[in-house]
Nanobody
Framework: QVRLVESGGGLVQPGGSLKLSCAAS????????MRWYRQAPGKERELVAG????????SWTDSVRDRYTISRDNGKNMVYLEMSSLKSEDTGVYLC???????WGQGTQVTVAP
């Protein structure tokens, strides 16, 4: 059974940092690209960043390109999103996506506020 579980969200002040994690199971993780999406309040879900099976990044959203870093550890079946210089507009639910069934995690809430 394919499963993606995100963690690491929370409340952070503007300018702060967070590191999100996504634990994958139920498939051969190293064979698939992985993606982080963001669902902001009142907005459509958007692709934030992606990483291929070799660790090369793709599909960066311009607004986060210089502030976010996506990475993966194929040995641990984990994908990460390190976020810095956070802004209020970064607030939203962050979801992990990938695998043979294009699966989704349940998401982790990130709130950027004073």
């Amino acid at each position: 059974q394919v499963r993606l579980v995100e963690s690491g969200g929370g409340l952070v002040q503007p300018g702060g940092s967070l590191k999100l994690s996504c634990a994958a199971s139920g498939f051969t993780f190293s064979n698939f690209p992985m993606r982080w999406y963001r669902q902001a309040p009142g907005k459509e879900r958007e692709l934030v960043a992606g990483i291929n099976r070799f660790g090369e990044t793709f599909s960066w959203t311009d607004s986060v390109r210089d502030r976010y870093t996506i990475s993966r550890d194929n040995g641990k079946n984990m994908v990460y999103l390190e976020m810095s210089s956070l802004k209020s507009e970064d607030t939203g639910v962050y979801l992990c996506n990938g695998g043979p069934l294009d699966s989704w995690g349940q998401g982790t809430q990130v709130t950027v506020a004073p």
